[in-house]
């Protein structure tokens, strides 16, 4: 196991409510994931998932406490500093794909390549490199509308992969596949993390998609109410 690459120290948010009212959504988080984990991130609807995702993406800041990226405390950095490192560090993928509709596979590939300072050819030919990882080679000239749901999730992992990330953050991301595509979707994430080490957070509600990981952390009211190996969490034998 690697270094440090996550830490939550009494993470709190909060969203306003009616009047001066707030609503508490993460009531103080503290874990910390090392390079090379793969988490599972498990809990009901509206229990805080996705709003700790975001806070780990830095694409949400806390109301309080601390959250360290790379060891660095993010609450102390300008908004481009934190965008700088996200966009180094960090690979997002979604439930919904989240591909631009309007622009072929390979441009959505290319498109975080846009804030990486590389030329127009650099950035084309790393997107083609990137759909042949995923299996995709020969698609980059079709419109996301013309690929399956999970030839589309294929594309936006490319499109998370195309920085080099440490971590791939997935919120949910087989929730919009059937099972059999989810398989190959978790298979692929599995080969990122053991076979190239990149650190893979991912929120699911699936036991049988929380299994390709090797720990679980189950919020419950915006709380940690376990963290520990996956297969002892949901009790599976071996
Ligand atoms: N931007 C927001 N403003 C107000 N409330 C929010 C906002 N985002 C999420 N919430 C509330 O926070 C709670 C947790 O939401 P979320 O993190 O999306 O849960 P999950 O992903 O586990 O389903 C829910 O009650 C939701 O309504
Ligand atoms: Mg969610």
């Not at 809990?43 to 060891?71: A, E, I, Q, W």
């Not at 690979?91 to 290319?110: K, T």
């Not at 127009?120 to 079709?142: H, I, N, P, S």
């Not at 399956?148 to 991301?173: C, F, M």
């Amino acid at each position: 196991m690697g270094e440090e690459l996550i830490r939550a120290v009494n993470l709190e948010k909060e969203y306003p409510s009616a009047g001066d009212a707030v609503v508490p959504v993460l009531k103080s988080i503290n874990f910390a994931i090392n390079s090379g984990e793969f988490v599972a991130i498990m809990g009901h609807s509206g229990s805080g998932k996705s709003t700790l995702m975001n806070v780990l993406g830095c694409l949400d800041t806390p109301t309080r406490g601390h959250y360290f990226l790379t060891g660095q405390d993010t609450a102390t950095m300008s908004s481009n500093r934190l965008a700088e490192l996200r966009n180094r560090v960090i690979g997002f993928v979604f439930q919904g794909f989240n591909l631009l509709p309007r622009i072929s596979i390979r441009d959505n590939v290319a498109l975080p390549l846009l804030y990486a300072d590389a030329s127009r050819a650099k950035r084309r030919k790393q997107a083609t490199a990137m759909l042949a990882q995923v299996g995709l080679e020969g698609y980059g000239d079709r419109l996301p509308s013309q690929l399956s749901g999970g030839q589309q999730q294929r594309v936006a992992i490319a499109r998370a992969l195309v920085t080099n990330p440490k971590l791939i953050l997935a919120d949910e991301p087989t929730g919009n596949l059937d099972s059999q595509t989810s398989e190959e979707i978790m298979t692929l994430f599995r080969d990122l993390n053991v076979e190239r080490g990149i650190t893979v957070v991912l929120v699911t509600h699936e036991p049988d998609i929380a299994l390709y990981s090797q720990r679980l952390i189950r919020i419950k009211d915006g709380q940690i109410a376990e963290d520990g190996p996956t297969r002892e969490l949901l009790a599976i034998p071996g």
